[in-house]
């Protein structure tokens, strides 16, 4: 799968932003998408995923505030992101893996198989 991610840019504390993710290539409907970020001089970390059959898993800093979509017939998945925070600012991806991964994977980097080029998100105080 080949994944482009988009929607990124600057916001002021409090506000919203949507990225999106478009796919080509295999089947995307069958695969678990998730969006990664990384900071910088950090390691780039979990923050969501949507399965194939639509079951979700957030990381604990991320719930309540971000939402992951998927659009089947568009072969594309979104993340709304609500009630930014200045320590949301990263680099954005996302990943494709195959199938509905499991709880205890879904959060693994080595779980998915194919990357985005990542969108840059700067959350302003």
């Known amino acids: 799968v080949q994944l482009q991610a988009s929607g990124g840019g600057l916001v002021q504390a409090g506000g919203s932003l949507r990225l999106s993710c478009a796919a080509s290539?295999?089947?995307?409907?069958?695969?678990?998408v998730a969006w990664f970020r990384q900071g910088a001089g950090k390691e780039r970390e979990f923050v969501v995923a949507?399965?194939?059959?639509?079951?979700?898993s957030s990381a604990d800093s991320v719930k309540g505030r971000f939402t992951i979509a998927r659009d089947n017939a568009k072969n594309t998945v979104y993340l709304q992101m609500n009630t930014l925070k200045p320590e949301d600012t990263a680099v954005y991806y996302c990943?494709?893996?195959?199938?509905?991964?499991?709880?205890?994977?879904?959060?693994?980097?080595?779980?998915?198989?194919?990357w985005g080029q990542g969108t840059l998100v700067t959350v302003s105080s």
């Open positions: 990943a494709a893996g195959r199938g509905s991964l499991i709880s205890s994977s879904i959060w693994s980097l080595p779980s998915y198989d194919d």
């Open positions: 949507i399965r194939s059959h639509g079951a979700t």
């Open positions: 290539g295999r089947t995307f409907s069958r695969s678990t």
